[in-house]
């Protein structure tokens, strides 16, 4: 994998695009390299919110959700040092390159 954050649009959506501070609603899937599932809010069977682009999630979605438009599938490629790097955090082990699938269902500004 490359130390560069991937992008692919699986799905490009319709709806309201993710911008730095909007609240969001996904439903995703997270793996390692060697296709490990280590978590997803679709096991979970409730969607995961955050703010993004303010330093709550790492880095890879901050960054690699922007502009990400609701009804959109991405799959993003995040290295170890926009993933959880040097920390291990349950299943993932230091330094792991992580895979992600996710589902925008949802983005609330505040103009909203």
């Not at 959506?13 to 599932?37: F, N, R, S």
């Not at 009804?71 to 920390?87: D, I, N």
């Amino acid at each position: 994998m490359s130390h560069e954050l991937q992008i692919i649009d699986l799905l490009v959506g319709e709806g309201k695009a993710c911008v730095k501070g909007a609240l969001i609603t996904t439903q995703y899937t997270g793996q390692l390299e060697d296709g490990t599932v280590f978590d997803s809010s679709y096991d979970r069977g409730q969607p995961f919110q955050c703010v993004i682009g303010t330093k709550r999630v790492i880095q890879g979605w901050d960054q690699g959700l922007m502009g990400m438009k609701v009804g959109g599938k991405r799959k993003l490629f995040v290295p170890a040092h926009l993933g959880y790097g040097e920390r291990q955090i349950n299943k993932i082990p230091l330094n792991s390159n992580l895979i992600f699938e996710i589902e925008l269902l949802e983005v609330l500004t505040r103009d909203d």
